[in-house]
């Protein structure tokens, strides 16, 4: 019967009737009874009920205390969020009030005493509306424009969601202020009253401050203009210029003032400063011809010889402005143009002269590229001939070898064959002599040929020409005469002993009786090789000639060879940069030397010289690696290697090899590698491969065709020495033996420093 949801007070409430009824009911059944132990029962059961209806009670009493001490402290409770909502509404620096169902609820004393004339107003109850028409409505409001009042009667009007433009009004003691309202979560109204008075007097003195910072920016960007500005009222008289203008028209301070007439000034000009008289005496003609042809444009000249450009224009109150620019320099650059032009013609009028002399040189020139054309052509013409000449050359030892070889298969083993065996070596000699000249012929000829120099002893060269050419001397009953020489040069080693080799060879045989003899000549700081001979001579109209291929001294066709050593000689020397010369009388014999520069690298025995030296041992005792694709070659150089008394492992490339040596199970002595062998497998790999898997640095001579300047690089980087083919067996043989007895010398000494 009771619903705890209920208020306190109702449930006390309902209790109360309760308990009245019960007692009521009590009462009546008492009264009803007439026996006594009827009586005694009903008594009985009252005094119970009375009992439950009693402790009933008493809860409800009790709860009633609880929920009345609850509302106590909830009263206690409202009352100091009340207090604390007006301090804390009383501690806000401008007014705030809220109105509750457009009625104010609380507010704070600034919003109340804020406008004198509305704060008798300012009550609880009071409208929103009321409030807003009172502000609008007051004497002490002064709104900057109609949009306030506008905003204000908006106000007014109505509350929508949409909130209206804050009010800026100003009180009469030059306050200024801020009206807002706004609506909240629970549709009640909150407005607010902020002061913004510093807010405003800070932007007068900032825009004060913009102002006067620009009219000093104006008046300095005035002042400073390149060209000088004037105005004029309609009057005639000065109202405002520049210092420029002063300055350009040399006026005085006095007549620069405000106030100074148009006349005044016209008339100083053309009594101090104009050498030209001005087009208009008075401000009045000047005017109207303004407003009929609304400018007026014109160049002076000052008696300081400065030019003026004066640009007048009419303004809207009757007067005009001037402006007067300097012009001293486009006049002066006018008339450095014009004779600049006056120059430019002359130099035109010169270079149609020096085009018509281009064109006579450009002819000439053409001819000179028809003459050069007809030389190619006469060029390839000769080479043509060379390489039928060379062909007919080349064919003919190989002819005469092809020959001997016949007669050696058919001849009996008993016969003699000494003389066929020499001839025979005849021929393979020349043949080797004329490769060598194609080869070189076709190096030197490279545009991008880049020959190596190394620092070597000249000595070794002019030993080296000794050994190979002395017997070609002897066989022509010639004697061969090399003094040895201690300097040292830089140059390519190679070719200087192929041009040496080749001037000696050239002297060998155009020499039939007499001697050769080879020598050098010291100079300041240079060294000249020269080969004397006691041949024929050559004349003086020929001695330039004798460098040029196929060319030939005296009798050509009694005399072997093509004529290509001098050529080979003096394209090596050029790109080498040493001089080439000749001297020589017909019949009495010639000179031809080659001049280089002496370079001190103190007195270290070459490896050539070295080898000269060494005693050749009878017997080879040592394991020779040969690695060379072509099956002849490799056949014959096993044979004569064999026969020097070596033990030798033929193979054809890399994997052959490192299958032989891993066969016998010991590295060898020293390898001869050929550098192309099949496919993309070269000797430089084949010595690389054999050293990684022997552990060992093993000595190595590179025997080769090819004379690349990559392969000589290569040489030095992985310590191989180079011969080219076709090889020369006097060489080969102290070169094994040099660097094999180099190699062991290296592991004794290793050995030695092993040892504690």
């Known amino acids: 019967m009771i619903d705890p949801k209920d208020p306190l007070p109702v449930q006390v409430e309902k209790q109360a009737k309760i308990i009245k009824a019960l007692v009521e009911r009590a009462n009546h059944q008492h009264e009803l009874g007439g026996s006594a132990y009827s009586l005694f029962q009903s008594a009985i059961g009252l005094q119970n009920k009375v009992s439950e209806k009693t402790r009933d009670l008493e809860d409800a009493l009790n709860t009633l205390g609880r929920a009345s001490n609850k509302l106590e402290t909830s009263e206690e409770a409202r009352a100091q969020t009340q207090r604390t909502l007006a301090d804390a509404l009383e501690s806000m620096d401008g007014g705030i009030a809220h109105f509750a169902e457009g009625k104010l609820q609380v507010f704070n004393d600034f919003f109340k005493n804020l406008i004198p004339d509305v704060a008798g107003l300012i009550e609880p109850g009071l409208g929103l509306t009321e409030y807003f028409d009172a502000v609008a409505r007051s004497v002490h409001i002064k709104a900057r424009d109609s949009t306030d009042r506008l905003n204000l009667g908006l106000s007014v009007v109505g509350h929508g969601d949409d909130p209206v433009a804050p009010i800026v009004f100003a009180l009469r003691n030059d306050r200024w202020f801020v009206i807002s309202h706004r609506r909240t979560r629970t549709n009640n109204t909150v407005v607010l009253q902020t002061e913004i008075t510093a807010i405003v007097r800070s932007n ?26 004037c105005t004029f009222s309609a009057e005639g008289t000065m109202l405002i210029s ?195 000249a194609l080869l070189d ?80 000549r010291r100079r300041v700081g240079k060294v000249v090789v020269e080969v004397w001979d006691t041949g024929i001579g050559i004349s003086k109209g020929d001695q330039m000639r004798v460098f040029r291929e196929f060319t030939r001294a005296g009798d050509s066709n009694a005399r072997p060879g093509m004529g290509l050593g001098l050529s080979i000689v003096d394209r090596a020397c050029r790109h080498l940069g040493h001089k080439v010369r000749v001297r020589s009388k017909p019949g009495l014999g010639s000179v031809f030397s080659i001049e280089m520069e002496i370079v001190d690298s103190g007195r270290a025995v070459s490896e050539e010289k070295a080898k000269t030296k060494d005693s050749m041992p009878e017997e080879m005792d040592l394991i020779v690696l040969l690695i060379e694709n072509d099956p002849g070659v490799l056949y014959a150089m096993t044979q004569k290697l064999e026969s020097w008394g070596a033990s030798v492992l033929a193979s054809v490339g890399t994997e052959e090899a490192l299958d032989l040596v ?95």
Not at 212 to 221: G, M, P, V, Y
Not at 500 to 519: E, F, K, S
């Open 204 to 229: 007068r003195l900032e825009k004060s401050r913009l102002i006067d910072a620009q009219e000093n920016f104006l008046q300095a960007a005035f002042d400073h203009m390149p060209q000088g500005v």
């Open 441 to 520: 012929i076709s190096r030197l000829e490279a545009t991008d040929i880049d020959l190596p120099t190394t620092v070597f002893p000249l000595g070794d060269v002019l030993q080296t020409v000794r050994e190979d050419l002395e017997g070609l001397a002897t066989e022509k009953g010639l004697t061969l005469t090399v003094v040895p020489s201690k300097v040292w040069v830089r140059s390519d080693q190679r070719y200087l002993l192929r041009s040496i080799q080749n001037l000696v060879d050239n002297a060998i045989q155009y020499t039939d009786t007499g001697r050769i003899l080879v020598g050098c």
């Open 662 to 756: 891993k066969d016998i199970g010991i590295p060898p002595d020293i390898i001869l590698a050929d550098y192309q062998l099949d496919g993309d497998d070269t000797g430089v790999k084949s010595i690389c491969a054999m050293r990684d898997f022997c552990k060992k640095d093993i000595p190595a001579i590179m025997i080769t065709a090819n004379q690349k300047d990559d392969l000589a690089k290569a040489a030095v980087s992985h310590g191989f020495s180079v011969l080219t083919k076709p090889v020369q067996l006097s060489r080969l043989r102290p070169l094994i033996d040099w660097k094999t007895r180099h190699a062991r010398a290296s592991e004794v000494e290793q050995a030695d420093q092993s040892l504690p």
């Open 242 to 436: 520049n210092a420029r203008f002063g300055d350009l028209l040399t006026l005085p301070i006095q007549i620069t003032t405000v106030g100074t007439a148009f006349g005044q000034i016209i008339e100083y000009l053309k009594a101090s400063v104009l050498t030209e008289g001005f087009s208009h005496d008075s401000f009045a003609s000047l005017m109207r011809h303004l407003r009929r042809a609304g400018n007026l444009k014109l160049r002076v000249r000052l008696i300081n010889r400065k030019a003026l450009d004066i640009d007048m224009h009419p303004l809207p109150d009757g007067g005009c402005i001037v402006n007067v620019l300097d012009v001293t320099a486009d006049s002066q650059n006018k008339e450095m143009l014009e004779k600049r032009v006056q120059a430019r013609t002359a130099e035109l009028t010169e270079a149609n002269q020096l085009l018509r002399h281009q064109y006579e040189e450009q002819a000439r020139a053409e001819e000179d590229l028809r003459l050069a054309k007809a030389e190619v052509e006469a060029a390839m013409t000769s080479k043509t001939r060379f390489f039928a000449a060379a062909s007919h050359d080349l064919l003919q030892p190989i002819n005469a070898a092809k020959l001997l070889i016949s007669n050696l298969v058919d001849h009996p083993a008993e016969i003699d064959l000494g003389e066929t065996v020499s001839r025979l070596d005849s021929s393979f000699r020349s043949m080797e002599g004329l490769l060598h």
